[in-house]
């Protein structure tokens, strides 16, 4: 069963981030609380590290894409770990 990955909100400002770089690839496996993405936002960029564990099935957003709060970055596929 797939599952999105949203945008989190990092800081009590933050309305949106931009994905600078993806750190598990489509169809990689990634475990919860590993890296998944680094995300900019308005005063640093920091990693983001996954909220599930299965299958990288697809990257919603390219990277340098500019993604509001909120909104799906990532699609895991939560059984296929």
């Not at 998944?36 to 099935?57: F, Q």
């Amino acid at each position: 069963m797939a599952e999105m990955v949203k945008m989190p909100r990092l800081s009590d400002t933050m309305d949106d981030g931009i994905v600078v770089s993806w750190l598990k690839a489509e169809g990689d496996l990634v475990a919860k609380g590993e890296p998944l993405c680094e995300i900019e936002m308005d005063k640093a960029t920091v990693t983001y590290d996954s909220p599930l564990s299965g299958r990288v099935v697809r990257h919603l957003c390219i990277e340098g894409a500019e993604v509001a709060v909120g909104a799906p970055i990532a699609e895991i596929d939560v059984e296929g770990g």
